[in-house]
């Protein structure tokens, strides 16, 4: 089954501890990319990736670090998290970045802070 | 820089209805426009994809139009039910300054009463 994969579903955290969190997709996608989701701001993306090795900031990339090693993997590093990285996050890819592609949504990850 | 905008924010109508959702943009020079449904606690799932240079797609009951010289995006829901409820989001992608960043609304909340 085509899928984007994120883990873990939930996390509860401390300030400080690096964490990461996973996204692996089994269709061949080429782009791919990480969102936020908080409530009245809606979603907004923290990183993208055209392809393997290639990424580039989004809206909101402040305290976040990204890796495009393989094409299936986009892992989403928090060195140090803070307490305003408490958010639902969420991985997404297409197949390429014309205009013909959807996009391709994991189930989402819920990152608590303390 | 590209906003977009969804009205209205919370939509509640008896099942059967037709029903109309609205989304705005500020800027024209779009590559592509979807429409995602989110139900709570999940990801996103892409409904409809326009390409810029369509009107209008169509997947069952749901029809999508597109006017992009007007800056603006209406999905149709025909005949709706109680499993349509749901948060619809819009989102385009491009604009002269935003590449291929994905920018979102803040969702329409629909309610769908048997």
């Known amino acids: 089954e085509a899928q984007v994969t994120q883990n873990p579903r939930y996390l509860i955290t401390v300030t400080g501890k690096k964490l990461t969190v996973t996204c692996s997709q089994n269709?061949?996608?080429?782009?791919m990319s990480w969102y936020r989701q908080d409530p009245g701001l809606g979603l907004r993306q923290i990183y993208y990736?055209?392809?393997?090795?290639?990424?580039d900031k989004g809206d909101v990339p402040e305290g976040y670090k990204v890796s495009r090693k393989e094409k299936r993997n986009f892992p989403l590093i928090l060195e140090s998290p803070s307490p305003n990285q408490t958010s639902l996050y969420f991985c997404?890819?297409?197949?390429?970045?014309?205009?013909?592609?959807?996009?391709?949504f994991g189930s989402g990850t819920q990152l608590s802070v303390l | 820089k590209q906003e977009v905008t969804q009205i209205p924010a919370a939509l509640s109508v008896p099942e059967g209805e037709n029903l109309v959702l609205n989304c705005s943009f500020t800027?024209?020079?779009?590559?592509?426009l979807q429409w995602f449904r989110q139900d709570p606690g999940k990801g996103l799932t892409s409904l409809l994809l326009?390409?810029?240079?369509?009107r209008e797609q169509t997947s069952g009951r749901l029809n999508a139009s597109l006017d992009k010289s007007s800056g603006r995006s209406t999905l149709y829901i025909a005949a709706s039910q109680p499993g349509d409820s749901a948060t619809y989001l819009c989102?385009?992608?491009?604009?002269?300054?935003?590449?291929?960043?994905?920018?979102f609304g803040s969702g329409t909340r629909l309610l769908v009463r048997p």
């Open positions: 989102a385009v992608k491009g604009g002269l300054d935003s590449s291929y960043k994905l920018i």
């Open positions: 800027d024209s020079a779009i590559y592509n």
């Open positions: 997404a890819s297409s197949l390429g970045t014309g205009g013909r592609e959807k996009l391709f």
């Open positions: 326009i390409q810029s240079s369509q």
């Open positions: 269709m061949n996608h080429e782009y």
């Open positions: 990736s055209m392809n393997v090795e290639v990424t």
